[in-house]
Protein backbone atom coordinates (compact mmCIF):
# COMPACT_ATOMS: atom_id res chain seq x y z
CA UNK A 1 0.00 0.00 0.00
CA UNK A 2 1.27 3.66 -0.41
CA UNK A 3 3.17 5.62 1.72
CA UNK A 4 0.66 6.80 4.31
CA UNK A 5 2.98 9.74 5.45
CA UNK A 6 3.09 11.32 1.89
CA UNK A 7 -1.01 10.97 1.89
CA UNK A 8 -2.78 14.09 2.18
CA UNK A 9 -5.90 14.91 4.67
CA UNK A 10 -8.82 12.94 3.71
CA UNK A 11 -12.32 12.54 5.25
CA UNK A 12 -14.51 9.41 4.41
CA UNK A 13 -18.04 9.89 4.94
CA UNK A 14 -20.87 7.10 5.19
CA UNK A 15 -24.27 7.52 4.02
CA UNK A 16 -27.46 5.51 3.98
CA UNK A 17 -28.29 4.62 0.35
CA UNK A 18 -31.41 2.95 1.52
CA UNK A 19 -32.52 6.99 1.36
CA UNK A 20 -30.91 8.08 -1.61
CA UNK A 21 -27.02 8.29 -0.33
CA UNK A 22 -23.92 7.97 -2.69
CA UNK A 23 -22.88 5.25 0.12
CA UNK A 24 -18.60 6.11 0.80
CA UNK A 25 -17.34 9.67 -0.16
CA UNK A 26 -13.86 10.59 -0.31
CA UNK A 27 -13.37 13.99 0.45
CA UNK A 28 -9.56 15.94 0.89
CA UNK A 29 -9.30 17.93 4.38
CA UNK A 30 -7.70 21.42 3.54
CA UNK A 31 -5.89 21.97 7.10
CA UNK A 32 -5.54 25.46 7.03
CA UNK A 33 -10.08 26.01 6.21
CA UNK A 34 -11.05 22.70 6.85
CA UNK A 35 -12.73 22.40 4.01
CA UNK A 36 -13.89 19.30 2.35
CA UNK A 37 -13.64 18.80 -1.16
CA UNK A 38 -15.38 15.97 -3.20
CA UNK A 39 -13.20 13.61 -4.86
CA UNK A 40 -14.63 10.18 -4.99
CA UNK A 41 -17.77 7.72 -3.69
CA UNK A 42 -18.33 4.47 -3.94
CA UNK A 43 -21.88 2.26 -3.53
CA UNK A 44 -20.02 -0.59 -2.67
CA UNK A 45 -22.45 -2.31 0.28
CA UNK A 46 -25.96 -1.41 1.21
CA UNK A 47 -26.21 1.53 4.32
CA UNK A 48 -22.69 2.25 5.17
CA UNK A 49 -23.60 4.24 7.87
CA UNK A 50 -20.16 3.90 10.13
CA UNK A 51 -16.87 3.48 9.13
CA UNK A 52 -13.80 3.21 11.01
CA UNK A 53 -9.95 3.38 9.89
CA UNK A 54 -7.82 1.18 10.62
CA UNK A 55 -4.75 2.15 12.84
CA UNK A 56 -2.33 2.74 9.95
CA UNK A 57 -4.85 4.91 8.03
CA UNK A 58 -4.25 2.11 5.16
CA UNK A 59 -7.98 0.50 5.33
CA UNK A 60 -11.54 1.81 6.31
CA UNK A 61 -14.05 -0.40 6.77
CA UNK A 62 -18.21 0.25 7.20
CA UNK A 63 -20.68 -1.66 8.36
CA UNK A 64 -23.82 -2.59 6.19
CA UNK A 65 -26.92 -1.08 8.49
CA UNK A 66 -29.02 -3.76 6.97
CA UNK A 67 -31.29 -6.97 8.81
CA UNK A 68 -29.13 -9.30 7.31
CA UNK A 69 -25.54 -7.15 8.51
CA UNK A 70 -22.51 -7.38 7.32
CA UNK A 71 -18.93 -5.27 7.55
CA UNK A 72 -16.70 -4.47 4.17
CA UNK A 73 -12.96 -3.24 4.26
CA UNK A 74 -11.81 -1.05 1.49
CA UNK A 75 -8.06 -0.41 0.92
CA UNK A 76 -7.11 3.30 0.56
CA UNK A 77 -4.15 3.42 -1.91
CA UNK A 78 -5.56 6.11 -3.55
CA UNK A 79 -8.42 8.28 -3.85
CA UNK A 80 -11.41 6.18 -4.57
CA UNK A 81 -11.46 3.52 -1.62
CA UNK A 82 -10.82 0.00 -3.36
CA UNK A 83 -13.16 -3.01 -2.20
CA UNK A 84 -10.81 -5.39 -0.44
CA UNK A 85 -12.93 -8.44 -0.55
CA UNK A 86 -16.55 -9.72 -0.25
CA UNK A 87 -18.69 -8.09 2.53
CA UNK A 88 -18.40 -10.49 5.75
CA UNK A 89 -21.42 -11.13 7.75
CA UNK A 90 -21.27 -9.82 11.32
CA UNK A 91 -24.38 -13.00 12.48
CA UNK A 92 -26.11 -10.43 14.01
CA UNK A 93 -28.28 -7.34 12.59
CA UNK A 94 -28.30 -4.03 12.17
CA UNK A 95 -24.97 -3.01 12.58
CA UNK A 96 -24.79 0.74 13.89
CA UNK A 97 -21.46 1.52 14.86
CA UNK A 98 -17.74 -0.16 14.30
CA UNK A 99 -14.13 -0.01 15.64
CA UNK A 100 -10.66 -1.54 15.18
CA UNK A 101 -8.96 -3.71 18.13
CA UNK A 102 -6.15 -6.10 18.86
CA UNK A 103 -6.87 -7.16 15.13
CA UNK A 104 -10.14 -7.45 14.73
CA UNK A 105 -13.20 -5.39 13.45
CA UNK A 106 -15.69 -4.79 16.19
CA UNK A 107 -19.74 -4.65 15.04
CA UNK A 108 -22.15 -2.70 17.60
CA UNK A 109 -25.54 -4.51 16.47
CA UNK A 110 -28.60 -2.68 17.16
CA UNK A 111 -31.16 -4.90 15.58
CA UNK A 112 -29.89 -8.31 17.37
CA UNK A 113 -28.41 -6.77 20.38
CA UNK A 114 -24.93 -8.11 20.51
CA UNK A 115 -21.54 -7.24 19.27
CA UNK A 116 -19.10 -8.81 16.77
CA UNK A 117 -15.65 -9.24 16.52
CA UNK A 118 -14.48 -9.99 12.73
CA UNK A 119 -10.88 -11.13 12.17
CA UNK A 120 -8.65 -8.95 10.31
CA UNK A 121 -5.75 -10.69 8.29
CA UNK A 122 -2.62 -9.09 7.67
CA UNK A 123 -3.22 -7.73 4.10
CA UNK A 124 -6.49 -5.85 5.89
CA UNK A 125 -9.05 -7.96 4.21
CA UNK A 126 -11.69 -10.00 6.83
CA UNK A 127 -12.31 -13.20 7.60
CA UNK A 128 -15.18 -14.93 9.06
CA UNK A 129 -16.77 -13.54 12.15
CA UNK A 130 -16.75 -17.89 13.22
CA UNK A 131 -18.24 -17.63 16.52
CA UNK A 132 -16.63 -14.19 17.74
CA UNK A 133 -20.15 -12.59 19.02
CA UNK A 134 -21.34 -11.89 22.32
CA UNK A 135 -25.04 -11.50 22.79
CA UNK A 136 -26.70 -8.99 24.72
CA UNK A 137 -29.70 -9.95 27.26
CA UNK A 138 -31.78 -7.57 28.95
CA UNK A 139 -34.50 -4.76 28.61
CA UNK A 140 -35.59 -1.05 29.97
CA UNK A 141 -38.75 0.79 31.14
CA UNK A 142 -38.93 2.96 27.97
CA UNK A 143 -41.80 1.25 25.24
CA UNK A 144 -41.03 0.61 22.65
CA UNK A 145 -37.05 1.43 22.18
CA UNK A 146 -36.07 -1.08 25.12
CA UNK A 147 -38.18 -3.95 24.86
CA UNK A 148 -35.15 -5.74 24.07
CA UNK A 149 -30.90 -4.94 23.62
CA UNK A 150 -30.25 -3.15 21.26
CA UNK A 151 -25.93 -2.56 21.52
CA UNK A 152 -24.84 0.99 19.78
CA UNK A 153 -21.78 1.60 20.31
CA UNK A 154 -18.48 -0.57 21.04
CA UNK A 155 -14.66 0.12 21.35
CA UNK A 156 -11.40 0.03 22.92
CA UNK A 157 -10.65 1.87 26.45
CA UNK A 158 -7.56 3.85 26.30
CA UNK A 159 -5.52 1.63 27.86
CA UNK A 160 -6.09 -1.16 24.83
CA UNK A 161 -7.08 -3.77 27.82
CA UNK A 162 -10.56 -3.94 27.46
CA UNK A 163 -13.43 -3.93 24.35
CA UNK A 164 -16.73 -1.16 25.46
CA UNK A 165 -20.07 -1.74 24.12
CA UNK A 166 -22.93 0.66 25.02
CA UNK A 167 -26.70 -0.60 24.81
CA UNK A 168 -29.19 1.34 24.08
CA UNK A 169 -31.63 -1.24 25.32
CA UNK A 170 -30.89 -1.99 28.70
CA UNK A 171 -29.51 1.29 30.12
CA UNK A 172 -25.62 -0.13 30.61
CA UNK A 173 -22.36 -0.47 29.36
CA UNK A 174 -20.63 -3.63 28.96
CA UNK A 175 -17.08 -4.24 29.67
CA UNK A 176 -15.67 -7.50 27.72
CA UNK A 177 -12.36 -9.30 27.21
CA UNK A 178 -11.03 -10.47 23.70
CA UNK A 179 -10.50 -13.83 24.13
CA UNK A 180 -9.47 -16.16 20.95
CA UNK A 181 -11.45 -13.59 18.59
CA UNK A 182 -14.11 -13.93 20.87
CA UNK A 183 -15.54 -10.96 23.23
CA UNK A 184 -16.44 -12.26 26.91
CA UNK A 185 -18.01 -10.69 29.73
CA UNK A 186 -16.33 -9.10 32.27
CA UNK A 187 -18.59 -6.84 34.00
CA UNK A 188 -21.64 -4.78 32.80
CA UNK A 189 -21.90 -1.12 34.04
CA UNK A 190 -25.90 0.04 34.99
CA UNK A 191 -26.74 3.41 33.79
CA UNK A 192 -30.08 5.34 34.78
CA UNK A 193 -33.22 2.98 33.93
CA UNK A 194 -34.54 5.05 31.06
CA UNK A 195 -31.41 7.12 29.76
CA UNK A 196 -31.26 4.92 26.54
CA UNK A 197 -27.19 4.94 26.45
CA UNK A 198 -26.32 5.71 22.79
CA UNK A 199 -22.49 6.63 22.25
CA UNK A 200 -19.39 7.09 24.90
CA UNK A 201 -16.43 9.36 24.46
CA UNK A 202 -13.30 8.79 26.64
CA UNK A 203 -11.18 11.73 28.27
CA UNK A 204 -7.82 11.54 26.60
CA UNK A 205 -5.78 10.96 30.26
CA UNK A 206 -7.89 7.62 30.53
CA UNK A 207 -9.53 7.91 33.60
CA UNK A 208 -13.29 9.21 32.67
CA UNK A 209 -15.80 8.83 30.27
CA UNK A 210 -18.37 10.60 29.03
CA UNK A 211 -22.33 8.67 27.68
CA UNK A 212 -24.83 10.42 25.43
CA UNK A 213 -28.01 9.22 26.15
CA UNK A 214 -30.44 9.27 23.26
CA UNK A 215 -34.20 8.77 25.25
CA UNK A 216 -33.16 11.36 27.86
CA UNK A 217 -31.26 14.56 26.32
CA UNK A 218 -28.45 14.04 28.61
CA UNK A 219 -24.72 13.10 29.22
CA UNK A 220 -23.68 10.69 32.18
CA UNK A 221 -20.40 11.50 33.02
CA UNK A 222 -18.18 8.25 34.38
CA UNK A 223 -15.04 7.55 36.27
CA UNK A 224 -13.19 4.60 34.42
CA UNK A 225 -11.05 1.97 36.47
CA UNK A 226 -8.67 0.48 34.05
CA UNK A 227 -6.92 -2.19 35.90
CA UNK A 228 -10.35 -3.16 37.21
CA UNK A 229 -12.46 -2.84 33.84
CA UNK A 230 -15.04 -0.87 35.59
CA UNK A 231 -17.50 2.33 34.97
CA UNK A 232 -18.66 4.28 37.52
CA UNK A 233 -21.78 6.82 36.87
CA UNK A 234 -20.93 9.90 38.85
CA UNK A 235 -23.57 12.57 37.48
CA UNK A 236 -25.90 13.30 34.62
CA UNK A 237 -26.19 16.66 32.75
CA UNK A 238 -28.22 17.81 30.30
CA UNK A 239 -27.37 18.33 26.56
CA UNK A 240 -30.29 21.72 26.08
CA UNK A 241 -29.87 24.38 29.14
CA UNK A 242 -34.10 24.03 29.47
CA UNK A 243 -36.95 21.89 28.20
CA UNK A 244 -37.24 20.97 24.58
CA UNK A 245 -39.30 22.64 22.05
CA UNK A 246 -39.80 19.28 20.84
CA UNK A 247 -38.49 16.12 19.78
CA UNK A 248 -34.80 15.43 20.95
CA UNK A 249 -32.39 12.78 20.46
CA UNK A 250 -29.21 13.14 21.22
CA UNK A 251 -26.35 11.65 18.88
CA UNK A 252 -23.04 11.81 18.43
CA UNK A 253 -20.34 12.74 21.36
CA UNK A 254 -16.73 13.61 20.93
CA UNK A 255 -13.86 14.97 23.48
CA UNK A 256 -11.17 17.61 22.00
CA UNK A 257 -7.68 16.36 22.09
CA UNK A 258 -6.39 18.20 24.42
CA UNK A 259 -9.30 17.12 26.68
CA UNK A 260 -10.69 20.43 27.88
CA UNK A 261 -14.27 20.62 25.95
CA UNK A 262 -16.83 18.01 25.26
CA UNK A 263 -19.23 17.76 22.21
CA UNK A 264 -22.36 16.52 21.56
CA UNK A 265 -25.13 16.41 18.70
CA UNK A 266 -28.73 16.80 19.40
CA UNK A 267 -31.58 15.64 16.55
CA UNK A 268 -34.62 17.50 16.53
CA UNK A 269 -33.45 20.59 18.10
CA UNK A 270 -30.83 20.45 15.27
CA UNK A 271 -27.90 21.84 18.15
CA UNK A 272 -24.28 21.38 19.00
CA UNK A 273 -23.65 21.74 22.69
CA UNK A 274 -20.32 22.66 24.00
CA UNK A 275 -19.09 21.59 27.56
CA UNK A 276 -15.79 23.25 29.54
CA UNK A 277 -14.20 19.84 31.27
CA UNK A 278 -13.74 20.52 35.20
CA UNK A 279 -11.98 18.49 37.91
CA UNK A 280 -9.58 16.95 35.29
CA UNK A 281 -12.88 15.26 33.91
CA UNK A 282 -14.57 14.80 36.94
CA UNK A 283 -17.49 17.27 35.37
CA UNK A 284 -18.71 18.65 32.58
CA UNK A 285 -19.98 22.46 32.24
CA UNK A 286 -22.76 22.91 29.71
CA UNK A 287 -21.54 26.50 28.03
CA UNK A 288 -23.29 26.80 24.93
CA UNK A 289 -25.64 25.49 22.23
CA UNK A 290 -24.99 26.15 18.68
CA UNK A 291 -27.06 25.45 15.13
CA UNK A 292 -25.38 22.43 13.44
CA UNK A 293 -25.84 23.92 10.54
CA UNK A 294 -28.04 21.10 9.40
CA UNK A 295 -31.14 18.69 9.71
CA UNK A 296 -30.55 15.51 12.26
CA UNK A 297 -26.87 15.64 13.01
CA UNK A 298 -26.36 12.07 13.56
CA UNK A 299 -22.33 12.16 13.77
CA UNK A 300 -19.50 14.15 14.77
CA UNK A 301 -15.46 14.03 14.69
CA UNK A 302 -12.90 16.41 15.61
CA UNK A 303 -9.89 16.95 14.12
CA UNK A 304 -7.29 20.02 12.92
CA UNK A 305 -9.09 22.63 15.14
CA UNK A 306 -12.43 21.92 13.25
CA UNK A 307 -15.37 20.15 13.88
CA UNK A 308 -17.19 18.19 11.83
CA UNK A 309 -21.39 17.25 11.88
CA UNK A 310 -23.06 14.79 9.34
CA UNK A 311 -26.41 15.99 8.97
CA UNK A 312 -28.74 13.42 7.83
CA UNK A 313 -31.60 14.71 6.75
CA UNK A 314 -30.33 18.06 5.59
CA UNK A 315 -27.80 15.87 3.59
CA UNK A 316 -24.39 17.72 4.53
CA UNK A 317 -21.36 17.27 6.36
CA UNK A 318 -20.82 20.74 7.89
CA UNK A 319 -17.35 22.20 9.64
CA UNK A 320 -16.87 24.47 11.92
CA UNK A 321 -14.13 26.11 13.39
CA UNK A 322 -13.57 25.69 17.23
CA UNK A 323 -12.41 28.88 19.19
CA UNK A 324 -9.03 27.78 21.29
CA UNK A 325 -10.21 28.95 24.86
CA UNK A 326 -13.65 28.23 24.72
CA UNK A 327 -14.69 25.74 22.65
CA UNK A 328 -17.27 27.39 20.70
CA UNK A 329 -18.01 26.24 16.82
CA UNK A 330 -18.10 28.63 14.30
CA UNK A 331 -19.92 27.32 11.12
CA UNK A 332 -17.05 27.59 8.09
CA UNK A 333 -18.98 25.46 5.44
CA UNK A 334 -20.54 22.27 4.49
CA UNK A 335 -20.19 19.20 1.42
CA UNK A 336 -23.42 17.74 0.26
CA UNK A 337 -23.83 14.22 0.45
CA UNK A 338 -26.93 13.27 1.11
CA UNK A 339 -28.26 11.14 3.92
CA UNK A 340 -24.75 12.17 5.90
CA UNK A 341 -24.26 9.36 8.64
CA UNK A 342 -20.63 9.58 9.54
CA UNK A 343 -17.08 11.17 9.12
CA UNK A 344 -13.86 9.83 9.58
CA UNK A 345 -11.05 11.88 8.82
CA UNK A 346 -7.31 10.41 8.14
Not at 113 to 130: C, F, N, Q, Y
Not at 213 to 232: F, H, I, M, Q, Y
Not at 318 to 333: E, I, Q
Amino acid sequence: MADVGRRRKRAFIGSFTAAGGPGIVAAAVDPADGRLTFLSSLNGVPDPSYLALSPTGEALYAVSETAEGAVAAYGLAGDVPEPLGAPVPVDGSGPTHLSVFDGHVLTANYGSGSITAVPVRADGTLAPAASGVLWHSGSGPHAPRQQGPHAHHVGPDPSGRWVVSVDLGTDSVRVCDLRDGSPVLHRECALRPGSGPRHLAFHPGGSHAYVVNELTPSVTVCRWDAPDGALKPLAEVPVLPGAPDGDAYPSGIVVSPDGRFVWTATRGEDVLSVYAVEGGGEALRLTATVPCGGRWPRALAVSGGFLYVANERSGDVTWFALDPSTGLPRRAGSLDVAAASCVVLG
